[in-house]
């Protein structure tokens, strides 16, 4: 059984972002993707993830999110975020196993505007245009 990753809260300005969307400029669809390509590189990397492949982009609002189902490995990397895995403190870059019922809360820290929080094995969205990036 694949992982279910439920969000229990999230600010403005979080979005689902992966390599973005490229080639449709001429129709007035910007490329959207992630504000810091190298951060999502590298949680994905940390996975063993495409580099571009979706992920939660997480801005100063923070986000808190749970596993259903089974357990998910998660990386987060970016800015400096405060980071706690059922209210146990984890470093700003980190891989986290989520069991079911956890609780994994991302906040804004000392440093960085943007973090991204990927999923082992990929999020499943539905693609437009080639991308599941979110395009405000």
């Known amino acids: 059984m694949n992982p279910t990753l439920?969000?229990?809260?999230?600010?403005?300005?979080?979005?689902?972002?992966?390599g973005g969307r490229h080639g449709y400029l001429r129709y007035g669809v910007?490329?959207?993707?992630?504000?810091d390509?190298?951060?999502l590189a590298v949680a994905n990397h940390a996975l063993g993830n495409r580099s571009d492949a979706a992920a939660i982009e997480v801005s100063l609002?923070?986000?808190?999110?749970?596993?259903?189902g089974a357990p998910a490995t998660i990386a987060v990397a970016g800015g400096d975020f405060q980071i706690a895995h059922d209210g146990q403190v984890v470093p700003p870059?980190?891989?986290?196993?989520?069991?079911?019922?956890?609780?994994?809360?991302?906040?804004?820290?000392?440093?960085g505007v943007w973090c991204y929080l990927a999923v082992a094995g990929g999020i499943?969205?539905?693609?437009?245009?080639g991308s599941s990036a979110t395009h405000t």
Do not use: Y
Request: net charge negative; charged share 15%; no cysteine.
């Open 30 to 35: 910007t490329g959207a993707g992630p504000m």
């Open 93 to 111: 870059s980190a891989v986290v196993r989520l069991e079911p019922g956890a609780t994994l809360r991302l906040r804004a820290g000392l440093a």
């Open 6 to 18: 439920r969000v229990l809260s999230a600010g403005p300005g979080v979005t689902v972002q992966d």
């Open 61 to 68: 609002g923070g986000i808190e999110v749970t596993a259903e």
């Open 124 to 129: 499943d969205l539905p693609q437009v245009l």
């Open 37 to 39: 390509p190298f951060a």
